[in-house]
């Protein structure tokens, strides 16, 4: 059986997209505009998926933690703060984590 390497270029992709997101965030005043929200999202997304794809070598994992973590983060700014959502997130990463393990 062969062992398989790790990507050390999405690595080096998480670290560019995290240095964009804090240059974002340095330079840009904290309004939600469009454009700049979109963009801050994005680069949240990349950076998670490139680091826990570095982490955890699986696409499929890599996506779930990312499209959660953001989604969560996403409701947060449109104001839902109840912990409510945050079990109902949980809940469904384990379901999707579940599903996608059996098949």
Do not use: C, D, H
Not at 2 to 12: A, P, V
Not at 22 to 30: K, N
Not at 46 to 51: D, I, Q, T, V, Y
């Amino acid at each position: 059986m062969r062992k398989e390497r790790r990507q050390f270029w999405q690595l080096l992709a998480g670290l560019l997209s995290l240095a964009g997101l804090l240059y974002l965030i340095g330079t840009y005043p904290p309004s939600l505009t469009l454009p700049t929200t979109a963009v801050f999202f994005a680069l949240i997304f990349a950076a998670l998926w490139f680091f826990s794809k570095f982490a955890l070598k699986s696409s499929i994992q890599a996506s779930l933690i990312s499209s959660v973590v953001t989604s969560y983060l996403i409701v947060r700014a449109l104001g839902l703060k109840q912990p409510f959502f945050i079990l109902l997130f949980i809940i469904l990463f384990i379901t999707l984590q579940l599903f996608f393990k059996r098949n």
